[in-house]
């Protein structure tokens, strides 16, 4: 694989982790009450602590997609995002493993809530891998954002959400049907 096609493929999954970050930043922020309550409900901390920790995250991921969109401050964005996304794997990892599946971890821009999985760690797995690697092909001297990152971003957002919502889908058939 070519330099360039390397370069243009780090910008491209960049320019996505900008946007997730800040997608669910602004989600977060939006729908904070519930935020507050999965907070309070993966790590177990008082009421008015969990706020400021929704409040951090939110902020945080705002801060950190806005960092990771543009070329020269895109090295600082990939750390928070994987700061922020090892914190939530361990949280959900500890919350599954001490058998406490059924908590709204808020993780999803599906409606509707499911029992906590493999998945969501898988996830969050992937998105650190991804901003490692974002991390480490970085380019500070770069200066332009490319619209082909742009546009290859908002196609892996709406792949991303699609398979969200898909893993969300209750498929169960329904208790007294044939």
Known sequence: MSREVLALAMAQVGEFLALLLLVSGVRKWLWRERVVRAVH????VPDGFAWVLALFASVGEVGGGVLMAMPATRQWGASIAIALWSVYLVLIYRAIVHGRRALDCDCSFSASRHLLGWFEVARNAVLIGFAVAVLCAADPA???LDPR????????MVIYVSLDVAMNLDLRPAAGST
Request: glycine share 0%; no cysteine.
């Open 41 to 44: 409900s993966l790590t177990e």
């Open 149 to 156: 990152a742009l546009l290859a971003a908002v196609a892996l």
């Open 142 to 144: 770069a200066d332009i």
